[in-house]
């Protein structure tokens, strides 16, 4: 009974990004109008919805917000004329770094226009009352869950690196346009890669942040993260050829890495 009483007066701290042209405006429309929906949600605007680097959301989070809702112009109609197909492919990508600590259903993207002032209040009402349902994060309050915050921090620095960032970047022109020897990219077999990419660069980061704490075998690691001795060694070496690891010592015949 105590827990559900909880449930009910949790109220969640929300955290919107709304494009200047249409979200913004939409909901500059709905407090003109006296259009009723939660005050939960605090707002940043941006200039498009394109603009927002998944390192925002993901830093969001990790302060112990309850849910991000990411908002801009209708597919079609963006004032910047794409800038909305690449929040898409932004969100697309955060979402599935998020699937690995479970917090892929706090954060939502959508399209409101200026003139739509009552699906303002209707999306933001929605949104509310399915964070309620989830409860308050596991990163919010006084005592966050701190494994699942190291794992919150590796995703952070993951959705930043080179790597996430170049696929991001060239997704529609790989899959939509043909190189210079006639060949495009199946966006099926796209999807198969950026999914791999995700999975390797998440565990990566994962590796850099427990070698910053000191430094640590292969196994150790494998043990630590819970993850296949053979996959960290493979891991390590590449992050080796990045210059982002290196050998500290080696004892007998185990070599010790350190970040760098």
């Given at each position: 009974m105590r827990m559900e009483e909880n449930r009910v007066s949790f109220e969640p701290k929300l955290l919107g990004f709304l494009c200047n042209w249409c979200s913004y405006a939409g909901a500059d429309l709905a407090g003109v109008s006296r259009i009723q929906y939660p005050p939960n949600m605090r707002v940043i605007r941006v200039m498009c919805s394109g603009r927002v680097d998944p390192e925002f959301v993901i830093q969001a989070?990790?302060?112990g917000i309850d849910g991000v809702y990411v908002m801009g112009c209708h597919i079609g109609d963006?004032?910047?004329?794409?800038?909305?197909?690449e929040a898409i492919r932004k969100f697309d990508m955060t979402k599935k770094f998020l699937s690995f600590v479970g917090l892929d259903n706090r954060i939502r993207l959508d399209w409101v226009s200026a003139s739509e002032g009552v699906r303002f209040g209707e999306v933001v009402s929605k949104f509310v009352e399915d964070i309620k349902a989830l409860g308050p994060s596991p990163l919010s309050g006084d005592t966050p869950d701190q494994e699942l915050l190291e794992k919150v921090k590796a995703i952070r620095e993951a959705v930043s690196s080179n790597r996430m960032r170049a696929l991001v970047g060239r997704q529609r022109k790989i899959t939509e346009e043909e190189n210079v020897y006639g060949e495009k990219v199946p966006e099926e077999e796209f999807d198969v890669?950026?999914?791999q990419a995700i999975k390797e660069e998440y565990d990566r980061h994962r590796i850099l942040l427990a070698l910053e704490k000191d430094s640590k075998s292969v196994k150790d690691l494998g043990i630590e993260l819970n993850l296949d001795p053979s996959i960290v060694l493979e891991h390590t070496l590449t992050l080796k050829s990045r210059s982002q690891?290196?050998?500290?010592?080696?004892?007998?015949?185990t070599p010790i890495f350190m970040r760098i």
């Amino acid at each position: 009974m105590r827990m559900e009483e909880n449930r009910v007066s949790f109220e969640p701290k929300l955290l919107g990004f709304l494009c200047n042209w249409c979200s913004y405006a939409g909901a500059d429309l709905a407090g003109v109008s006296r259009i009723q929906y939660p005050p939960n949600m605090r707002v940043i605007r941006v200039m498009c919805s394109g603009r927002v680097d998944p390192e925002f959301v993901i830093q969001a989070l990790e302060l112990g917000i309850d849910g991000v809702y990411v908002m801009g112009c209708h597919i079609g109609d963006c004032h910047y004329l794409d800038g909305n197909y690449e929040a898409i492919r932004k969100f697309d990508m955060t979402k599935k770094f998020l699937s690995f600590v479970g917090l892929d259903n706090r954060i939502r993207l959508d399209w409101v226009s200026a003139s739509e002032g009552v699906r303002f209040g209707e999306v933001v009402s929605k949104f509310v009352e399915d964070i309620k349902a989830l409860g308050p994060s596991p990163l919010s309050g006084d005592t966050p869950d701190q494994e699942l915050l190291e794992k919150v921090k590796a995703i952070r620095e993951a959705v930043s690196s080179n790597r996430m960032r170049a696929l991001v970047g060239r997704q529609r022109k790989i899959t939509e346009e043909e190189n210079v020897y006639g060949e495009k990219v199946p966006e099926e077999e796209f999807d198969v890669l950026m999914d791999q990419a995700i999975k390797e660069e998440y565990d990566r980061h994962r590796i850099l942040l427990a070698l910053e704490k000191d430094s640590k075998s292969v196994k150790d690691l494998g043990i630590e993260l819970n993850l296949d001795p053979s996959i960290v060694l493979e891991h390590t070496l590449t992050l080796k050829s990045r210059s982002q690891v290196d050998f500290q010592k080696i004892i007998g015949n185990t070599p010790i890495f350190m970040r760098i």
